[in-house]
């Protein structure tokens, strides 16, 4: 819903550069963003300076006692949308997710966002800080895939999950995990592929189509057992 909050960004973003004419520095001011399907909320300040859109603030949720300190930058693309890169501290479970892209309307200052680790959703506008327990970086962007009977059919294996369900441009990083000393881990004695299937695999659903597979080189079966590190690194 547009506000007259959103009316004044929008209006400033549109013909800030007049105002850069005449000051050095003019402060736009403060506004608010959740990054859903998460809490967390990107608190900004919008400084024009020098014909640049320079931005300040916090990432937090509403309980959170230490916001994280981000800092960016926003520009017009010429289509009536506002492109943000905010820089953010390392989150906590993830070397990824450092930088966070969002693309806003201009019209409705609400639109889209994502970061280097695979997150993403809608960016929406609101009063402030939203309260919940869900965090962006509350989770890790990596998970462990089993193979079994049930997601194996002869040299492939198939997974899964919401990191990688639907996301076909996914960057994806997989490496063989072999346990620990006390439970090793069938060794995958052969190269393999990482690879988005969406032809058919043979497996059930929802491992039938337009899911993301790892496939044995060799064309010889995959030891049901074995297992693989994923890891999720752009979307």
């Known amino acids: 819903m547009t506000t007259p909050t959103s009316v004044t960004l929008a209006l400033a973003l549109t013909f800030g550069l007049a ?3 005449r000051a050095q520095a003019v402060v736009i001011g403060t506004f608010h963003w959740q990054l859903q399907p998460f809490c967390s909320t990107l608190s900004l300040t919008v400084i024009l300076e ?7 603030g916090t990432e937090t949720c509403a309980q959170d006692t230490t916001p994280r300190s981000v800092h960016g930058s926003a520009a017009l693309d010429g289509q009536g949308r506002v492109l943000l890169t905010i820089d953010t501290p390392i989150l906590q479970y ?9 693309y ?19 960016l929406t506008p609101v009063a402030g800080p939203v309260a919940g327990t869900n965090a962006r970086g509350s989770t890790g962007n990596a998970f ?4 079994s009977a049930e997601n194996r059919i002869n040299n492939i294996t198939c997974f899964s999950h919401p990191l990688t369900d639907e996301r076909s441009s ?13 439970s090793i881990r069938p060794a995958v ?3 393999f592929s990482v690879y988005l299937d969406n032809n058919g695999t043979g497996l059930p659903a929802p491992l039938d189509n337009n899911v993301w ?9 995959i030891p049901i057992g074995a297992a693989f590190n994923i890891r999720v690194t752009f979307d």
């Open 213 to 221: 597979c790892i496939s044995r080189d060799d064309n010889q079966p």
């Open 170 to 182: 996914a960057w994806i990083l997989v490496t063989v995990n072999r346990g620990q000393a006390t």
């Open 144 to 147: 462990v895939h089993v193979v």
């Open 19 to 21: 105002a850069a004419a």
């Open 189 to 191: 004695p052969s190269t």
């Open 50 to 56: 020098a014909g640049l859109y320079r931005l300040q």
């Open 104 to 122: 806003l309307d201009l019209a409705t200052l609400s639109g889209s966002w994502r970061d280097d680790g695979g997150r993403s959703g809608p």
């Open 94 to 102: 993830s070397l990824e997710g450092t930088t966070i892209y969002a």
